[in-house]
């Protein structure tokens, strides 16, 4: 696995291809990212993954100076999963200067959920994956499913600038008892480990009281809510909204149900598609 630390390293390394396969990461990596690399090898003809814990996407009161850093493992996993080539700049090289010129979302979409809580947060994310499209120049990128409105505004990114790049979404990947993998599940204690299941059972029940015929998605979502309080966590969303676009939604659409709650100090998002 080739490692670059600069821009002109990476392009240089790439030029011989012509289909790069794109999973950017923060690090940390689980089994979920590496679920993406692999799917990412049969759609290029070379597979590069990033690692860049981006300043931009954190709020002041976040855990950026925190976030863990774990390179050695992150390279042995990268490695052993068949990567081909890492990217992995630091801040001075893919901000050399404040970044001032910055991509902001629709507000219909960036500025609902997730972008509610967290101001900003999309505009930093789209900024910086931009600029490791520009960096990598991929015809294949992989996103996990879990951070499904981020998927979604990545598409719509992309889309809208005709970006000459197939976002591929992929399945959320799950512990046994069905919580999802994320690197900030580091952060729970034993106890909340076993609590954090909560979450993803939280989903499962509005899930399955659409599928048997409940039209009342405000109770549900209430009942869903008040549930998880019971239960000492403090949710910031647990919603019921259409596929196609995360709004409000009715009788007979794709509905997909998401959810952001904090439980201690870590906060955790899970979302479930629903069909039929």
């Known amino acids: 696995m080739h490692i670059a630390r600069t821009i002109e390293d990476l392009r240089e390394h790439l030029a011989a291809y012509r289909r790069p396969a794109f999973v950017p990461t923060m690090g940390n990596l689980h089994d979920g990212h590496l679920d993406l690399v692999s799917k990412a090898k049969p759609l290029g003809d070379v597979t590069v993954a990033s690692i860049f814990v981006n300043r931009l996407q954190f709020l002041p009161h976040?855990?950026?100076?925190?976030?863990?850093?774990?390179?050695?493992?992150?390279?042995?996993?990268?490695?052993?999963?068949?990567?081909?080539?890492?990217?992995?700049?630091?801040?001075?090289?893919?901000?050399?200067?404040?970044?001032?010129?910055?991509?902001?979302?629709?507000?219909?979409?960036?500025?609902?959920?997730?972008?509610?809580?967290?101001?900003?947060?999309?505009?930093?994310?789209?900024?910086?994956?931009m600029k490791l499209f520009c960096c990598v120049q991929p015809r294949v990128a992989m996103f996990g499913k879990k951070d499904y409105q981020q998927l979604m505004v990545i598409r719509?990114?992309?889309?809208?600038?005709?970006?000459?790049?197939?976002?591929?979404?992929?399945?959320?990947?799950?512990?046994?008892?069905?919580?999802?993998?994320?690197?900030?599940?580091?952060?729970?204690?034993?106890?909340?480990?076993?609590?954090?299941?909560?979450?993803?059972?939280?989903?499962?029940?509005?899930?399955?009281?659409?599928?048997?015929?409940?039209?009342?998605?405000?109770a549900i979502?209430?009942?869903?809510?008040?549930?998880?309080?019971?239960?000492?966590?403090?949710?910031?969303?647990?919603?019921?909204?259409?596929?196609?676009?995360?709004?409000?939604?009715?009788?007979?659409?794709a509905l997909v149900a998401l959810a952001a709650a904090r439980l201690g100090g870590t906060r955790l998002i899970d979302n479930l598609e629903i069909d039929g």
């Not at 959320?172 to 952060?187: E, Q």
């Not at 106890?191 to 499962?204: C, G, I, K, N």
Request: charged share 30%.
């Open 221 to 253: 979502e209430a009942r869903g809510m008040a549930a998880l309080r019971e239960r000492g966590w403090q949710p910031d969303y647990l919603v019921l909204r259409r596929r196609s676009d995360l709004q409000a939604p009715a009788a007979g659409e």
């Open 156 to 218: 719509q990114m992309v889309r809208q600038f005709a970006l000459p790049i197939e976002i591929v979404g992929v399945k959320t990947t799950r512990a046994d008892d069905g919580l999802a993998l994320s690197s900030r599940n580091g952060y729970l204690s034993e106890a909340e480990r076993a609590e954090a299941v909560q979450l993803s059972q939280a989903l499962r029940a509005m899930a399955e009281a659409v599928r048997s015929g409940e039209r009342d998605f405000a």
């Open 62 to 129: 976040e855990d950026f100076d925190t976030y863990p850093r774990t390179w050695d493992s992150d390279c042995e996993k990268l490695r052993a999963a068949g990567c081909d080539v890492l990217f992995a700049p630091d801040e001075k090289v893919l901000y050399p200067e404040p970044q001032t010129f910055k991509v902001h979302p629709d507000p219909a979409l960036g500025d609902i959920l997730e972008g509610h809580f967290r101001p900003g947060f999309f505009t930093g994310v789209c900024t910086v994956v």
